[in-house]
């Protein structure tokens, strides 16, 4: 079972930067995609960025494409999400998706395609 946890929350100032880290533990294998979803109090979730195994691509919301960068580490199952230029309206929680498999480009921008979610880490960005 591979479990998501993620880490590197907390409180910064608009312009600031923050790099959130997603360890999945167990297996991933070959074939998986991993992504970043926020939630900000009484709104949707919102599709931050993803990766997929064997494809160098990587994919971002509208929103933050510019200033936040997603990479992974392979030798520790570890997905990074480094945020810059941080704004008020990046606060929200954010949380690690990952799935078995290479999602088709269509899919991966969905949080209900993803098998598994972390418990979310939360990230405050004060004016």
């Known amino acids: 079972q591979v479990q998501p946890v993620e880490s590197g929350g907390g409180l910064v100032q608009a312009g600031g930067s923050l790099r959130l880290a997603c360890v999945a533990s167990g297996r991933l294998g070959n074939s998986y995609t991993m992504a970043w979803f926020r939630q900000a109090p009484g709104e949707e979730s919102e599709f931050v960025a993803a990766?997929?195994?064997?494809?160098?691509?990587?994919y971002y919301g509208d929103a933050v494409k510019g200033r936040f960068t997603i990479s992974r580490d392979y030798a520790v199952n570890t997905v990074y999400l480094q945020m810059n230029m941080l704004k008020p309206e990046d606060t929200a929680v954010y949380y690690c998706?990952?799935?078995?498999?290479?999602?088709?480009?269509?899919?991966?921008?969905?949080?209900?395609?993803?098998?598994?979610r972390g418990q979310g880490t939360q990230v405050t960005v004060s004016s």
């Open positions: 990766l997929r195994s064997g494809d160098g691509n990587k």
């Open positions: 998706a990952v799935h078995y498999s290479r999602l088709i480009v269509s899919a991966l921008r969905g949080g209900n395609h993803y098998k598994y």
